[in-house]
């Protein structure tokens, strides 16, 4: 196995150790009281609500995990002073650092396959349990395979959130890491809007910043395709193509640079 | 580091006033508002706020709102508040259907509970047509938002024109059903008229995954049944007049004559009324089928 592989496996076993997966006790728990209580709740919708919970607990709990384990994965092998021995191993900085992003960009995958098994229980029970009438009235049967296609921008979507996290934590503290993924993860979110600044102000120049900064900025909402699976709406495998390119891509620049900053980083 | 015994009794005793605490807390009355003063609290109003607020949970909370909704429906039509009012269905529908403007059962609903008569509605047809626009503006090529629109004009607002003219809208429209635009012809040719009407409701009971939405439609389907009954009756009445040359003085008249068999029920099981000097039948007061539509629907 190559020294890449190896960090990863340690990060994935360091995760379990550190009880990470418990997260998924919590998700069936989530989603199993949800789907009962949904019921009694409201008037109809009961699966379309437990899709959007289930795909909304997904993209929350990878996030959850992506920037909070992400961010103390250099830090730690510093703090445990670990770091000098590591790397007086015959093992580079960038095989140590792209180790450790494959590691949980490994304990993700699994984290969210096994949320995506249980997620498709409940709605596998909620298809055989609804009488016939009311399946007739969805867009969609509840175990939908369309389904799979947010699930799979998400995990790309956590594969950028990590690889922001990891290059935030090769030169800041664990909580500064966190507010500044947390931050372009939510600034992420308003591109349209910073494309549309020009409209609300008068400063051409302004409105020209503005408009850069939405190239430049990750395009978070591109990631995000739940509203329209849920409706069976069409999106288009171009679509998601693009978008993982894109995704895929900008994690890539973002090690690249995450890679450079640890390189330079001095130890001694 | 072993555990003082103390501190697990001090812990339980603890947690035993804190739930104390809160059920006295829950027995308190609370506090009065003036008359007409609603207790409803909708903290954000602003769909474009609640739009990007929701980042990439915009769904998820969409879900809230209505769950919101249906809350704050059945608990209005259910108070005994006499100041009740159903002030934030509006505004609730209206942040739902910005979040998730795919969400088809918050149109049907607030298509028909917001223009619905108070007590069973907001009487705000305006409302219902302004949430089903905006519908049509996220998804212009649905047909059931046009008939839905066209709908409220017919039963609510009483406007045939403006009905029969969003039901040929919603024919022109793709996957529109072939009812559609024999249904707009009748209605700008003949204006309101029970058969319609009937069409209309059962298409929302149908197609209705709410279960308040589907009682709602079976209800004016069941008050469509009663006006059949009354018009089947009053014929009977005028059989009568026709063969003795006066009005029936009871019930017990028509069926000593043989054109009854008892005394008519109306749907609900409440026995029809009938005036002796006009030869009209009505519901009894005591019906729950009461108040039969508007006559301005001419039905």
Redesign the interface.
């Known amino acids: 196995m190559s020294v890449i592989g190896h960090v990863a496996v340690n990060v994935f076993k360091e995760s379990v150790r550190d009880k990470v997966l418990y997260n998924l006790v919590a998700f069936a728990v989530l989603l199993i009281s949800v789907s009962y209580l949904i019921g009694q709740l409201t008037a109809g919708q009961d699966v379309k609500i437990i899709k959007d919970l289930g795909l909304a607990s997904i993209s929350l709990f990878g996030l959850l995990i992506a920037v909070f384990i992400g961010i103390g994965l250099v830090w730690k092998e510093v703090e445990k002073k670990s770091i000098y021995t590591l790397l007086s191993k015959p093992m580079r900085r960038q095989e140590f650092l792209l180790g450790k992003y494959c590691g949980l960009v490994l304990t993700l995958i699994i984290n969210v396959s096994v949320m995506t098994l249980a997620f498709y229980a409940v709605l596998a029970y909620m298809e055989v349990t609804s009488p016939v009438n009311i399946r007739a009235s969805w867009p969609a049967p509840a175990t939908d395979l369309n389904l799979l296609k947010a699930i799979a921008l998400i995990m790309i979507e956590l594969m950028l959130v990590t690889a922001i996290a990891l290059f935030f934590s090769t030169f800041s503290s664990p909580f500064l890491s966190a507010m500044l993924t947390v931050g372009v993860w939510v600034i992420g979110h308003f591109n349209q809007d910073l494309r549309d600044f020009g409209a609300t102000i008068s400063s051409p120049i302004a409105a020209s910043v503005a408009r850069g900064i939405n190239y430049v900025v990750p395009n978070f909402a591109a990631f995000d395709v739940k509203l329209q699976v849920v409706h069976a709406q069409r999106v288009p495998f171009t679509d998601i193509a693009l978008t993982t390119l894109y995704g895929i891509a900008y994690a890539g620049f973002v090690l690249l640079g995450a890679v450079i900053v640890f390189s330079k980083r001095d130890f001694k | 580091m072993k555990v003082h015994p103390g501190a697990w009794v001090a812990l339980v005793a603890l947690f035993a006033v804190v739930v104390g605490l809160q059920v006295l807390q829950a027995r308190q009355r609370p506090l009065g508002l003036p008359p007409g003063v609603s207790a409803n609290m909708l903290y954000v109003r602003s769909p474009q706020f609640m739009q ?1 607020a929701a ?6 909370v ?2 809230i709102y ?2 919101r909704t ?2 704050h429906y059945g608990g209005t039509k259910l108070s005994r508040d006499p100041n009740k009012q159903f002030d934030m269905l509006y505004p609730l529908l209206d942040l739902t259907v910005s979040l ?1 403007p ?4 918050a149109y049907k609903f607030g298509s028909v509970f917001l223009a619905e008569q108070f007590p069973l509605g907001a009487s705000r047809p305006d409302q219902a047509i302004a949430i089903l626009q905006k519908g049509l503006r996220a998804t212009p090529d649905n047909w059931e938002r046009a008939q839905q629109v066209g709908f409220v004009y017919y039963w609510w607002r009483v406007d045939y024109e403006a009905a029969g003219n969003w039901f040929n809208r919603a024919a022109d429209m793709t996957n529109a059903p072939n009812w559609l635009r024999p249904l707009a012809a009748v209605t700008l040719a003949q204006g309101g008229n029970r058969a319609t009407s009937r069409t209309l409701w059962m298409e929302i009971a149908r ?7 589907r009682d709602q439609a079976k209800f004016r389907l069941t008050q469509l049944d009663a006006m059949d009954g009354i018009e089947f009756i009053e014929g009977i009445v005028q059989q009568y007049r026709a063969r003795t040359g006066k009005l029936p003085s009871s019930w017990e008249d028509l069926v000593r004559a043989g054109f009854l068999r008892r005394v008519p029920d109306d749907p609900s099981g409440k026995p029809y009324r009938l005036d002796a000097s006009t030869g009209k039948v009505t519901l009894d007061p005591g019906s729950s089928l009461n108040p039969l539509p508007d006559p301005a629907h001419r039905l």
């Open positions: 990007r980042l990439s949970f915009d769904a998820l969409a879900d209505w769950i249906v809350q998730d795919y969400f088809d059962v197609n209705a995954d709410a279960d308040w939405l």
